[in-house]
């Protein structure tokens, strides 16, 4: 599906989705291929996860924000935060990724559709999240959630890999409000959507 928008009305979308973008480093005749496909899977994996200057290990920093968060609030307080964590981890920030590379490509007439967990497709982008900050959420200081991704794009049926890139410190929203002791999973997911956001906008290359 390519669809058409009058010039001016895509160069002011540009400059208004986010004038700080991080652009993706990729080679152009690498995805050249991209202008003419249309549908490409997405999956995203946490694989190695770690978290933290100190790199700690996903059940290592669960237990941390837990006991963090029963200490100040209750024990409910803390496993329904866990369970909030996985819902995001497993639903919310796959789609919120999706969702907003479509965004952010659909102003670009030759741009394919990328849809989530699809095995139907010729080319699939796996996309894992190695490494998150969640910021820090306090009356006197925030901080936002920062997020560090690598994407391979591959031959679905060959698993031929096309291309390796990798999305740095993607940062999310200002949390206005502090969520002490717990840590925000909407920031998170807005790092998501900034890492979407700046993967599509670096495609306008190959796609516009």
Do not use: C
Not at 104 to 131: D, E, K, M, Q, S
């Amino acid at each position: 599906m390519k669809t058409k928008f009058p010039i001016l009305f895509i160069l002011f979308f540009l400059a208004s989705i986010n004038v700080n973008a991080q652009w993706v480093k990729f080679n152009k005749k690498e995805l050249a291929f991209l202008a003419k496909a249309d549908t490409v899977s997405v999956v995203i994996t946490f694989n190695d996860l770690h978290f933290n200057a100190n790199n700690l290990a996903e059940k290592d920093f669960l237990e941390h924000i837990s006991q963090k968060i029963k200490k100040h609030l209750n024990y409910t307080e803390a496993e329904n935060w866990k369970t909030e964590y996985f819902n995001s981890k497993n639903e919310l920030w796959p789609q919120a990724f999706v969702n907003t590379l479509n965004e952010t490509n659909a102003f670009f007439r030759n741009a394919p559709i990328f849809v989530l967990n699809h095995p139907n497709t010729g080319y699939t982008l796996n996309v894992n999240a190695f490494w998150m900050y969640f910021g820090y959420q306090a009356v006197v200081h925030t901080e936002p959630a920062k997020l560090h991704l690598t994407l391979d794009l591959i031959e679905t049926n060959s698993k031929k890999q096309i291309a390796n890139l990798r999305i740095k410190e993607t940062k999310g929203l200002d949390i206005k409000k502090p969520e002490f002791p717990k840590v925000s999973l909407e920031s998170m997911e807005n790092a998501f959507e900034r890492a979407a956001e700046n993967l599509g906008l670096s495609l306008k290359k190959v796609v516009k």
